[in-house]
Every structure is written in C-alpha cells, then in structure tokens.
C-alpha cells in the first residue's frame, strides 16, 4: 500500500542551529502539504506544493518538492523554541479523496 | 482558532461502552475528515464524508461508524471500546472534497478507555 515515510522521526537540536526532515512517498503525488503540531495542539497547515521542483519559503522555513513529485523537505533555519512540535507532510492519497499523513518528524528545540 | 469545533474535549469511559463525538465544520466547508492519534503517533485517517455522502474510507474498524447531517456537522460513533481505542480523535474540514486542499483541524477529543 501507500506510504508516506519522514526522517528523522525525532530531532533535538541546539537553538540557532538549522533542522531538516525529508518527507519520501512511495508513489507520485500530484501535491504535498505540510502541516505543523505544536505540543498539546492539532495539526495546522503551513503550506502546498505543486509544480515538481517547487520551491517555497515562509520566513525561515523553506519546503521543496523533488522533481520527480515523490519526495519534499522542510527546511528550518536558525531554530527558534517556537518552532517546537512535529512536522507532517501528506499527500492525496492514489485514487481516492483523502490526505494520506507521513510519519511525522517531532522537533524539539534546547534553549 | 481554526473555526473547526469538536465535543466533547475529553471524555472518560469503560471498555464495551458507546461514544459520539462531535464535529462541527468551518462555516462553507462542505467535507468533514475524521482522523485518530495515539500517544506519539501520526494521524491515521479513519474516514470522509461531503456534503452528507461516505467520501472515502481508512483504516476505521467496523466497531465505528460516521455520519454527516444535513447541516454538515459530523459525528463519530465509537462502540464496544477497548483499552486500544484511547487516543486524540481530530476532525478536519476544508472547502471541498479531494486530496488537493488544505484541510483545517479542530482542536481534537481525548478520549481515554479505561
């Protein structure tokens, strides 16, 4: 079946210093999300990805979506303690309506 | 705040006992998604419904079923519970109904079984 694999599952990293997770599917996506779940909260959005190769950036965060639209990553520079919880990618799932969730990545950031 | 509503926030039951909970869409959102996270895991998606219709179906065991009525608010039946069952059952929502929007979640109930 489908699956939507993220790596690292955890990650501590020292404030001021950049955090990376890849988000790698085992089928092409038309689209990718990111989402991010603050400790305690539900999931929100950050932001889509369509085009292959599309690049995106929101302040310190940059999301990439690889050519061939079966992988993407989320970069993070210079880590702020907001930037704490963890980070899902999700894509539609093959042939049906529904968002298919990674594993997700947990970010804990030392102050 | 996501415009999304879930009743109850947390709820306390024993095994074999029935639950409904209780999700209320954004203002236009047409589709309802129910999701279900235990402790430190990713969101497993149970189940869709679109403007009143079974959109698409998880991995939801045969103890639950949904529905959405006709002013799109949705519920979750939870039966015969186990000890298994205690999670975060999140409801989403979004504008329409395929795979490519983004989806809004409500703050979630904790249900635990005890």
Same mark, same amino acid.
């Given at each position: 079946?489908?699956?939507?694999?993220?790596?690292?599952?955890? &990650?501590?990293?020292?404030?001021?210093?950049?955090?990376?997770?890849?988000? @790698? /599917? %085992?089928?092409?996506?038309?689209?990718? #999300?990111?989402?991010?779940?603050?400790?305690?909260?539900?999931?929100?959005?950050?932001?889509?990805?369509?085009?292959?190769?599309?690049?995106?950036? &929101?302040?310190?965060?940059?999301?990439?979506?690889?050519?061939?639209?079966? @992988? /993407? %990553?989320?970069?993070?520079?210079?880590? #702020?303690?907001?930037?704490?919880?963890?980070?899902?990618?999700?894509?539609?799932?093959?042939?049906?309506?529904?968002?298919?969730?990674?594993?997700?990545?947990?970010?804990?950031?030392?102050? | 705040?996501?415009?999304?509503?879930?009743?109850?926030?947390?709820?306390?039951?024993?095994?074999?006992?029935?639950?409904?909970?209780?999700?209320?869409?954004?203002?236009?959102?047409?589709?309802?998604?129910?999701?279900?996270?235990?402790?430190?895991?990713?969101?497993?998606?149970?189940?869709?419904?679109?403007?009143?219709?079974?959109?698409?179906?998880?991995?939801?065991?045969?103890?639950?079923?949904?529905?959405?009525?006709?002013?799109?608010?949705?519920?979750?039946?939870?039966?015969?519970?186990?000890?298994?069952?205690?999670?975060?059952?999140?409801?989403?929502?979004?504008?329409?109904?395929?795979?490519?929007?983004?989806?809004?979640?409500?703050?979630?109930?904790?249900?635990?079984?005890?």
């Amino acid at each position: 079946g489908q699956q939507v694999m993220q790596i690292p599952q955890y &990650q501590h990293v020292q404030e001021g210093e950049d955090f990376t997770t890849y988000c @790698n /599917s %085992s089928t092409t996506l038309s689209n990718i #999300q990111w989402y991010k779940q603050r400790p305690g909260g539900h999931p929100v959005f950050l932001i889509q990805l369509v085009k292959s190769g599309e690049v995106k950036k &929101q302040k310190r965060l940059t999301f990439q979506f690889g050519e061939a639209k079966k @992988n /993407s %990553s989320l970069h993070i520079t210079a880590t #702020q303690t907001t930037d704490v919880g963890t980070y899902f990618c999700a894509g539609p799932e093959t042939g049906a309506n529904n968002l298919f969730f990674g594993t997700g990545t947990r970010l804990t950031v030392i102050p | 705040d996501s415009g999304v509503t879930q009743t109850p926030k947390h709820l306390i039951t024993a095994t074999g006992q029935r639950v409904t909970l209780r999700c209320s869409p954004r203002s236009g959102d047409l589709s309802v998604y129910w999701y279900q996270q235990s402790l430190d895991q990713g969101l497993q998606f149970l189940i869709q419904y679109y403007n009143g219709e079974e959109r698409a179906k998880g991995n939801i065991l045969e103890r639950f079923s949904a529905q959405q009525f006709p002013d799109l608010h949705s519920e979750l039946n939870l039966s015969s519970l186990e000890l298994g069952d205690s999670a975060l059952y999140f409801c989403a929502s979004s504008v329409s109904g395929t795979g490519s929007i983004e989806q809004f979640f409500g703050p979630g109930t904790r249900l635990t079984v005890l």
